[in-house]
């Protein structure tokens, strides 16, 4: 599967932004979708991450930074994945990765589980 992220751009505090994730080579379906975030000097952080699977349905997770905050959605028909992200803080600044895992029953937050990354996409909150 290959994977386009888009949507970054300057926003200000508490502004909204939406990623988008378009994936292509594959179905979004056979995989569990996940957004990471780095900023400049940290390491890859887990953001949220969004699967279906026949015995749990639609399942969502979320990093305890952006919960309340974000919101992950699916679009089976234009084999997208969202990151809505409201009330933006500066704090969230990074270069924001989608990516792939091939399991969908277990949800997993560690990078390292996760097999196809697209490019970042970059969001800058001022302050």
């Known amino acids: 599967v290959q994977l386009q992220a888009s949507g970054g751009g300057l926003v200000q505090d508490g502004g909204s932004l939406r990623l988008s994730c378009a994936a292509s080579g594959d179905t979004i379906d056979n995989y569990g979708m996940g957004w990471f975030r780095q900023a400049p000097g940290r390491e890859r952080e887990f953001v949220s991450r969004i699967s279906r699977n026949e015995i749990h349905g639609i399942s969502t997770d979320y990093g305890n930074s952006v919960k309340g905050r974000f919101t992950i959605s699916r679009d089976d028909a234009e084999n997208t994945v969202y990151l809505q992200m409201n009330s933006l803080k500066p704090e969230d600044t990074a270069v924001y990765y989608c990516?792939?895992?091939?399991?969908?029953?277990?949800?997993?937050?560690?990078?390292?589980?996760?097999?196809?990354w697209g490019q970042g996409t970059l969001v800058t909150v001022s302050s």
């Open positions: 990516a792939a895992d091939t399991s969908t029953t277990i949800i997993r937050r560690s990078p390292q589980a996760y097999e196809f």
